[in-house]
């Protein structure tokens, strides 16, 4: 299994520019979500998805959409990009075990590196 | 949603000591606590994680105890190497409705020096 993977590794845009942020698992995970990682503030939650065709928004949504039309892709969008928006972007999914066990473990795509000039 | 924090924010030891990071959380109906280790350049990964129904779990040099009446959890790394050094997390969470959308600590940056 490749796991999570997150393509492009590293990409360099100018204010107002779009573009999309790729990300595949090949766990058959329901659950799939997109952060962010800034110097000092962890890693927060931008969207989220539960399941193909369901998405739901976290923490720092603005600026952002997101899709899920496959269990195996979430798609990260960035409509008209912002200096405020050069992070590191993670991708991570989980699933639910079966029975009661609740055990939320997230496993990580390698990051994309985004600068917005 | 639940608040977390994660303290020190940087760790400095030299090789051969021991490091603890605590964290605490405010949902109450938290009943699992992982900890994930980022390497440089590298996404976070799953070092170590506990139940609510256990009060501490082993593996090799690392260790986490759980205090639920105080609502913390802490991360123990004996003997530390220099391979110890890097990024480490903590995320407290109470599944169920919750599931997919973790709140993080905000970090501790851990160097160790040889």
């Known amino acids: 299994n490749a796991g999570v993977t997150q393509t492009p590794k590293f990409q360099v845009l100018k204010t107002g520019q779009s573009m999309t942020l790729q990300c595949a698992q090949d766990?058959?995970?329901?659950?799939m979500s997109w952060y962010r990682q800034d110097p000092g503030m962890g890693l927060r939650l931008i969207h989220y998805s539960v399941g193909a065709g369901i998405t739901d928004q976290g923490e720092v949504p603005n600026g952002y959409n997101v899709s899920r039309s496959t269990t195996e892709d979430f798609p990260l969008r960035l409509l008209s990009a912002a200096p405020s928006q050069t992070s590191v972007y993670f991708c991570a999914s989980s699933y639910l075990p079966p029975g009661t066990a609740s055990t939320d473990t997230q496993y990580f795509g390698p990051g994309t590196r985004l600068t917005v000039l | 949603g639940e608040n977390v924090e994660q303290h020190p924010s940087t760790l400095s030891v030299q090789e051969g000591d021991s490091a603890v990071i605590k964290c605490t959380y405010s949902d109450s109906a938290s009943n699992y606590f992982p900890w994930y280790k980022q390497e440089l350049g590298k996404g976070p990964q799953l070092i170590i994680d506990?139940?609510?129904?256990?009060g501490e779990k082993k593996d090799q040099r690392i260790a986490v105890t759980l205090n639920k009446t105080a609502k913390h959890f802490s991360l123990h790394i004996t003997e530390t190497q220099p391979e110890d050094s890097a990024v480490y997390f903590c995320?407290?969470?109470?599944?169920?409705?919750?599931?997919?959308?973790?709140?993080f600590g905000q970090g501790t940056i851990l160097t160790v020096h040889p």
């Open positions: 766990m058959n995970h329901e659950y």
């Open positions: 995320a407290p969470n109470a599944g169920g409705t919750s599931y997919g959308k973790l709140t």
């Open positions: 506990i139940r609510s129904n256990v």
